[in-house]
């Protein structure tokens, strides 16, 4: 695959009262490829990837999504657009069976949005709900309420959901946190596979998810980019050693 | 057919089958729960289904009611023309207070709804040369009668009366119906759940929730003015803000979010009400009690516990 | 003179969606309470119409004060304070207190005697001496309101409950102790200003209506939740009222600034004074 860009940020800053949580940051995405962010806490990854996907608005800066500038769309365009969101704090529809959930994003991306279901069947929806449920293992909860799942089954529902919406950049907050590690090494294969037809960001605290499934690793610092390389180029970083890995890994 | 929609259909075959045995009161009594219930589903669309409180129902309950009572009055329009105007009158008002309310959430949208509400209210009190206020207007004779199939209807026979509002309350019960179980419906309940999680999902929230103000208005105004041409009165009274209250009792007491919640919830205040008519004139009290009791020991409702304990299928 | 008076009604409004983040639609409905108390308690007083309304004056507000404490005992403690299911409970109160009014007080409008009827003479014009008192008194209960609120302890513990209730409790202030204070001086406010206005306007058990309306306007304009707000806007309300209503008969006044109001909502939710909330 030729080096597309599929995600550019430009000077983007986003500053809460008198904390400058992201400082001017200008970063590119190729499209294809499987980016971690990381960083030691409150390095402004989540505020970062909440720019991204317009969940926060920056104080400055713009962002170019497939060389379109949509700094200025309200999140739900961007996700119809293709950038998903899968939330670090858990935030599935606790009252709603699982497949309602999973069919919610799938009818979202079969119809554009537009919630009256033009366009889409009951059963396309419903077809592509299963589908992601497969994928993530969930498809014989379908009927459970999402609320009653346990913690690392609501994450998979949360990355089920973000599967469903078929995007062309999903952006995965922490997704491994609290899983078990046999978990993990099911979330390492399913990214593996969402890579080849979907651009990946990764917020991750987990050193050896980040260096077994990154293509490329930035750093971010207090709300800039520290570094940014391949796996082994970020490995032999001195500066990131000594503002992180020397610390936690 | 699904089992959801053989509960309705025989729902609506009962009480076809009522109007044979009641007597001329209760007859009179279901006729007018019917027409009401119409209004409590119309309710219960933005409420029970999408979360949103609106304490300013009244305004589109009575936009249709004057907008049919009205035309009937001042030009000479004949039921089904009425009843239309009341319908197209509901549509515009509540896309319009839609529009602005929704700009709010939560408690401001409670208030703004409130204020919109108490605004119409006034309204008719002041516009009181053309609405006559609180005395109101009783609506020519003739505006109820109209020919449909070569045979002349009159709207003032109880039978035909009775058959009408089931018609009307059939077809609401339809559309509701129809919105919980198409995909629309789920996202209606989804921005009830949690809204910036249905924005993050891709859908434009506020013209789903617009979407289901307009719904929810139109089918009040429907009701509305079904009031006005049933019973051929209109007045004053039915834009206060008791009449904003009644819908959130009756869906409340039925079951917020069942379709057949309002209905029921609708007949049994009704009856609470009528046997309370016997201790006290004072019928309101009976109200704001059982508005108490509900939230306090029993938020789900009649049918909203029947789902939660025995029917999970209800819709 | 409305301004006044207004402003004590909309200050116990204010102060309980301020601390306690619920709308208590029975606002209006206290107001009424009190009224009819005053009357009762002026009625029953023997001796000279002062007495009356001194006992009243107390008497009222502290019934008032007791049946909200009964209320927020007995039903909003037990909502947990959701703002959704207190507005609906509230909404029940106002209509059992209306009704309850009704019947044992009846339908009838009844006066209570002012305490005096002395008529300050200015050398263009004269005025009612009580009308005089009554904004001297409404006045002076809102700068000891101001006072305990800005100044005392009580008042920083009120604050800091509103500010962030965890952390309130954590730090070992009674939460809901502060609550159900909180909702009966509210209460009690409102039944201040109608002991202070039934003089002038008598007793009715449908008056609570209008006053609640006019409170919201106030709460609304003065930036939901924010007391310094409430006051400047209760004052900048009373006053054009009484402006507005010499253009336009009493209704049409209504009904613009209601829609007016809801539009400010609308275009500034925090409310012109206030801070948009979160």
Known sequence: MAAVTLLKTEGLRRRFGGLEAVGGVDFTLTAGEIRAVIGPNGAGKTTFVSLISGRVAPTAGTITFEGEDVTGLPEFKRVRRGIAYTFQITSVFPKLTVFDNAALAAQSALTGGAGFGHGATPAAIEARAMEALTRVDLASRREQAAGTLAYGHQRLLEVAMGLALDPKLLILDEPTQGLSDGEIEGFIALTRTIATHATVLLIEHNMKVVMDLADRITVLDHGKVLAEGTPAEIRANAAVQAAYLGGSA | ?315 | MTAAVLALMALGLSLVFGVMRVVNVAHGEFFMLGAVTAWAISHFVPGHPAVGFAAAFVGAPLVVGAVALGAERLVLRRLGHDPEATIVATIGLLFILQQLALTFFGPDARPVQAPFTYRVVFPWFGYSGYKLFVVAAAVALLVGAWFVLTRTKLGLVMRATQFDRETAQAFGIPVDTVYAAVFAVGAMLAAVAAVLIVPIQQAHYLMGLDPLLLSFIVVIIGGLGSLKGTMVAAVVIGLSDGVISVFFTPTLAKILGTLLVALVLVVKPGGLYGTAPR
């Open chain 2, 1 to 315: 057919m699904s089992r959801a929609v053989l509960l309705h259909v025989g729902v609506i075959a009962l009480l076809f089958a009522l109007q044979f045995v009641l007597s001329d009161y209760h007859h009179l009594t279901l006729t007018r729960v019917m027409i009401l219930s119409v209004y409590a589903i119309g309710f219960n669309v933005l409420f029970g289904y999408t979360g949103l409180l609106s304490l300013g129902h009244a305004l589109f309950f009575a936009t249709g009611l004057y907008a049919a009572g009205l035309s009937a009055t001042y030009w000479g329009f004949t039921a089904p023309t009425a009843f239309a105007a009341g319908i197209a009158a509901g549509l515009a008002v509540s896309l319009l207070i839609g529009a602005v309310a929704l700009r709010t959430t939560g408690v401001a949208f409670m208030i703004v709804t409130l204020m919109f509400a108490q605004a119409g209210h006034l309204a008719t009190l002041y516009f009181g040369d053309i609405t006559r206020g609180d005395e109101g207007i009783v609506l020519p004779e003739a505006s109820r009668k109209f020919a449909m199939l070569g045979a002349t209807v009159d709207l003032a026979d109880a039978g035909l009366r009775f058959n009408l509002a089931l018609v009307l309350l059939a077809v609401t019960i339809g559309v509701s119906l129809l919105i919980v179980k198409r995909p629309i419906g789920r996202v209606l309940i989804a921005i009830r759940e949690n809204e910036p999680r249905t924005l993050m999902l891709g859908f434009d929230s506020f013209r789903t929730k617009l979407f289901a103000v307009v719904v929810s208005g139109t089918i009040s105004a429907a009701a509305g003015a079904a009031t006005a041409l049933a019973f051929g009165y209109v007045g004053s009274t039915f834009a206060s803000i008791q009449y904003s209250i009644y819908p959130l009792l009756w869906t409340l007491l039925g079951g917020a979010a069942t379709v057949l919640g309002p209905v029921l919830g609708t007949l049994v205040m009704f009856h609470l009400v009528d046997l309370a008519s016997g201790y006290t004139t004072a019928s309101l009290l009976v109200v704001g009690v059982v508005l108490v009791l509900l939230v306090l020991f029993f938020p789900k409702g009649i049918l909203g516990t029947v789902r939660a304990r025995w029917l999970p299928w209800l819709p």
